[in-house]
């Protein structure tokens, strides 16, 4: 009897020593789950931060070039307007320089941003894109051609480039609103190879940039300044 009570009681205690062991391993099991979800939401956040902080003034170098070029075309045909002059167009020789130095001079004014993977991704798009421009502008003269193109192919490599920038910083705005402005200038681009000639391509030209860069420039500051 006695080794029975025995045998019982040491089933007793193993029994109780299991489930105090289960209780542990629980324990720390529910301590992980919640180590990790509390880590994944950290990283999240943290990967938020990031998109914040790359988004912050992403929209200033648009609304530069933006502003520059629809000013700049408003102008001309203003002056080509009232005068009969068409050698006017040859201020857009100045815009380059213009904008490049306004965008510098901007930049020095705020704090230098954190280089991501996103923000390298589109600042070699554009060098790539702002050197065919300057290709452009340095070929066409040489070879005799028709300076006329230069704007309908500004509206199409820029309306890509826009459209490529959207993709990368997956901002569906600036992904399909550049379709209009590259319509645009396919129309141009056809009128011309046609024998047309636009005397109102410079209006166009502007108008075409409020869509291109202005509309998206205060859209992504607005969005990020939040």
Not at 123 to 140: D, E, P, S, Y
Request: aromatic residues 12%; charged residues 15%.
């Amino acid at each position: 009897f006695r080794s029975s009570l025995l045998r019982d009681g040491q089933a007793y205690i193993a029994a109780k020593d299991n489930e105090i062991q289960t209780r542990k391993i629980t324990l720390k099991m529910e301590e992980k789950k919640i180590s990790e979800k509390e880590s994944l939401k950290l990283i999240m956040t943290m990967i938020d931060q990031t998109k914040t902080d790359d988004g912050r003034h992403s929209g200033d170098t648009m609304l530069i070039w933006g502003y520059l070029t629809t000013l700049l075309g408003l102008g001309i045909y203003g002056l080509t307007l009232a005068t009969n002059t068409p050698q006017w167009n040859l201020l857009w020789l100045s815009l380059p320089f213009v904008g490049f130095l306004s965008s510098y001079l901007f930049s020095r004014q705020r704090e230098k941003p954190m280089k991501t993977y996103v923000r390298s991704m589109i600042n070699q798009l554009w060098m790539v894109i702002g050197t065919a421009f300057m290709l452009m502008m340095i070929i066409f003269p040489i070879l005799g051609s028709n300076s006329a193109y230069i704007q309908p192919l500004v509206l199409l490599f820029c309306s890509v480039g826009v459209s490529v920038s959207g993709l990368i910083s997956q901002e569906r705005l600036l992904t399909y609103l550049p379709f209009l402005p590259f319509c645009l200038g396919l129309h141009l681009l056809v009128q011309l190879s046609r024998g047309g000639i636009y005397y109102n391509s410079n209006l166009w030209f502007a108008l075409g940039f409020v869509v291109l860069m202005i509309i998206p420039g205060h859209y992504l500051n607005h969005k990020y300044a939040k």
